[in-house]
């Protein structure tokens, strides 16, 4: 079961981090562009050996990653080869590895989706779905949900600054997200695991941290995936009513605050050790600071005697 695999590796690497390997060109190293751009498929090169350097100085020490597949996509198939290439890499290095496709569409053509997504040549763990036009659009991947044990996360509590335009708008007495909600934490009834999660998370943004209190409220059953993190302004003391008492019930995700830490420090120039030492660096100073907070909250209960000592 999906949910159980992902707690299960966020108590085993006691972190509950999920790097996004989302590589906006910008953020790549110059030493990866300089090696690399002579291939015959430069972009995809560049990308694949930028996130593989990300994997190999994080993949010990982090449960999941996340790739946001539009960074691929623009770069046409040499990019979407990059973006199949790292999801078996993370794999075979043990991660769990979320497809961030944001997708949902008519029954017919969400069957092709979640058949690309969660059994076909871009098979992840997970994935990201938009719930917008129902349950319906969402049914062929909870069906392989259940058949492969695959999970995914619907977009609930989003965190633009736009993003309460719609999802904010009072229907029947209570906003458009706690209607998501309710509908969410059903869709995934039927698929509980031991730890009281279903196989159906939801995207609950590290930006809204008042929304996220109440929808955790809202969705006893549904594990959250929180994006928002550092670059968007998202700070520890936002997500931790994301959590449940245990420490239990989400996974944070940075992206750009994690890649593209070295900058801040010594700009492009950097040799590839250099980048994955800044990686390693950013991703503990996250771990650290999550895990405080949820320390002084009393929501520590999963996280080892060690770590304890370590904060
Ligand atoms: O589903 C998501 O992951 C997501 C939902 C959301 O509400 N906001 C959001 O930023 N994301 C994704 O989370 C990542 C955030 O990246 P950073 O802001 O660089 O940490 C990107 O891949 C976004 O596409």
Known sequence: MFMDKLIEKIM???NPIVVGLDPQTYLIPQCIIDQYSKEEEPMGEIFWQFNKAVIDAIGQRVPAVKLQIAFYEQWGIEGLKAYQKTIRYAEEKGLMVIGDIKRGDVFSTAQAYASAHLKGPFECHAVTVNP??????IEPFLSLCKSKEKGIFALVKTSNPSSGEIQNLVADHKP???HLAQRVEKWGQDTLGKYGYSAVGAVVAATYPKEAKELREEMPNTFFLVPGYGAQGGRAEDIIHSFDDRGLGAIVNSSRGILGAYMQHKGKEVTLEEFQQSVITATEKMKKELLQALKE??????????????I
Request: aromatic share 16%; net charge neutral; proline share 0%.
């Open 12 to 14: 085993e690497k006691n």
């Open 297 to 310: 909250n009393n929501k520590y209960q999963v996280y080892t005697e060690e770590e304890h000592q370590k």
């Open 176 to 178: 458009i997200y706690r």
């Open 132 to 137: 917008f036009m129902g349950r319906d659009s």
